[in-house]
């Protein structure tokens, strides 16, 4: 877009073809026209249908990814495996290791019920869970920046031979990793969609304008500046993709309020959709719509009503 | 008001359809221009309504050559020139109203009804105003293309053959019209190849007649 094209750039053109009826004189110097119309009010609706879900998918997992990060950074867990009969000693020295160790809460050894109930999915709840060589396990909270998962894991080396420290790093930060890379993919996605929205508008814009190429002459004998010719189209295209993408993000909004609730199942597709404010974000969708439609439709007429002299 | 310089123009280059074309439209005259068909008639009333560049020599209107103007210079050129059309073209689903008023929508200005009322009561449109272009006679569609080239006030008229579709009666209508303009103040040139009109109207009004022949402009004779 020319340097020219922005400076003349109108917000007032932007909200009149948001709010604006396509019954003041400026709009009525376009005839209408159905086809392009109905294409325009199709695409903005579709795209922002789709938007929704890419923007939903986004939220959904930043928020995965934001809570596996601060519970990786919660607690660690330290696992001491020994011969039954010395597992009882060296547990109790890695509980005295971790006892003294700076940065960290009180150290909580999880009770064998809770082992057993841990390991159930795998073993099934027949398996006597007691019989089998199962390794203590020890929560431990994390309390402050001083912690030294590095120093600890030495210290445990060294002093409780068979104790090991698990920061949940090595199966956590892989799900961390792809779950920033599924919210990327959705922010793409949004940006993917906003670009094709504005191409399939420009495109139904230059087809109203060859239609309309014997108005565009007599409006340029009579005076009328490539500037408001294209205002009038504009706004009508604008209003168009408001009034379209509105309808788009509603549907979008109903379907993803009736995708089953994450509670219910607690899984990771059925936690998809928003969350308290979050609702109110795709409420932007069909105002961005607005601004593609604005900007599409002023650069295809400007470029086109230029091209002819 | 607007100064043809040894100006030419061709369609096809090599090939000049008017040349050393010399003109002065001063404030208050009015002229006619005749010539045969296809003599280049339209084409010198386009270059002054800067629809077409001169290839050769030079167009100065209002004291700005065309060739230096931009987009929106030439949009605000054809604000102070009115022009009636041979093929007079309106937007078709506009009220005559509408479309006689949409050079002051256009620029930006507020449409006085009442003014608007009266210019179409003058041209005996008033009846028509929320009828639709299709469905106007020859002479009606004159009449509301003239209202539509003087709702601005333009400094200049210029009208394409404007008689060219309508019987004597009618023509006579709308050659009254323009003269009515002219003594009013405003500059008027009408192209037509109808001699009888022009007969008629300078029994009206001081007009000059000017001539293509050959690709030149020239003074008529005296049988004119």
Do not use: C
Request: no cysteine; aromatic share 6%; proline share 5%.
């Amino acid at each position: 877009m020319r340097r020219a094209d922005l400076k003349a750039l109108r917000l007032r053109a932007l909200w009149e073809g948001l709010v604006g009826r396509d019954g003041g004189a400026g709009e009525r110097i376009v005839p209408p026209t159905g086809f392009t119309a109905q294409l325009t009010l199709f695409a903005a609706a579709a795209m922002a249908f789709l938007a929704v879900f890419a923007l939903a998918l986004a939220l959904a997992t930043g928020r995965l990814a934001e809570r596996w990060s601060a519970e990786l950074a919660q607690s660690v867990t330290v696992r001491v495996s020994a011969p039954s009969a010395e597992q009882a000693s060296r547990t109790q020295a890695a509980m005295q290791i971790l006892l003294t160790t700076p940065g960290v809460g009180e150290p909580q050894l999880l009770p064998e019920d809770e082992v057993a109930r841990l390991l159930a999915p795998w073993f099934g709840p027949d398996m006597p869970v007691d019989a089998l060589p199962v390794p203590a396990l020890i929560d431990l909270p994390i309390a402050s920046d001083d912690f030294d998962a590095e120093g600890l894991r030495l210290r445990l080396e060294a002093e409780a031979p068979g104790a090991v420290l698990d920061d949940h790093s090595q199966w956590r930060r892989p799900l961390v990793s792809a779950a920033r890379g599924v919210r990327l993919l959705g922010a793409v996605s949004l940006l993917l969609i906003a670009a094709t929205a504005g191409a399939m508008i420009a495109l139904a814009a230059k087809a109203a304008l060859a239609a309309n190429g014997q108005v565009i002459r007599v409006l340029r004998l009579i005076g009328a500046r490539d500037l408001t010719i294209a205002a009038a189209f504009v706004r009508r295209f604008t209003h168009r993709a408001a009034i379209g993408a509105a309808a788009g993000t509603l549907l979008g909004m109903a379907a993803v309020a009736l995708l089953p609730d994450a509670s219910a199942a607690g899984g990771f597709l059925t936690g998809l959709g928003f969350r308290g404010w979050g609702w109110l974000l795709p409420l932007l969708i069909p105002v961005v719509a607005a601004g593609v439609g604005f900007l599409a439709t002023r650069w295809a007429a400007l470029k086109m009503l230029g091209a002819v002299r | 008001m607007i100064e043809l310089q040894d100006a030419g123009f061709g369609y096809h280059e090599g090939a000049e359809l008017l040349s050393n074309m010399t003109l002065s439209l001063q404030k208050g005259m009015f002229h006619f221009l005749t010539g045969p068909s296809g003599a280049g008639k339209t084409t010198l009333l386009r270059l002054l309504y800067a629809d077409l560049l001169p290839t050769s020599g030079r167009v100065i209107a209002f004291g700005q050559d065309l060739r230096g103007l931009g987009r929106d210079d030439i949009a605000g050129l054809r604000r102070r020139v009115g022009v009636v059309h041979q093929d007079t073209q309106f937007l078709d689903h506009l009220p005559v109203a509408e479309n006689v008023a949409l050079p002051l929508t256009v620029s930006g200005h507020a449409v006085d009804m009442t003014a608007l009322r009266d210019l179409l009561g003058w041209v005996q449109l008033g009846p028509q105003a929320r009828a639709l272009p299709p469905s106007l006679s020859g002479g009606e569609r004159q009449r509301a293309a003239l209202a539509r080239a003087v709702i601005l006030s333009p400094d200049l008229v210029l009208a394409d053959e404007p008689t060219g579709n309508l019987d004597w009666d009618m023509s006579m209508r709308l050659m009254q019209l323009l003269i009515e303009l002219n003594k009013s103040g405003k500059t008027v040139l009408v192209a037509t190849h109808d001699l009888n009109l022009i007969r008629a109207a300078k029994a009206q009004v001081a007009a000059r007649v000017l001539r293509i022949a050959n690709g030149g402009l020239q003074l008529a004779g005296a049988d004119l």
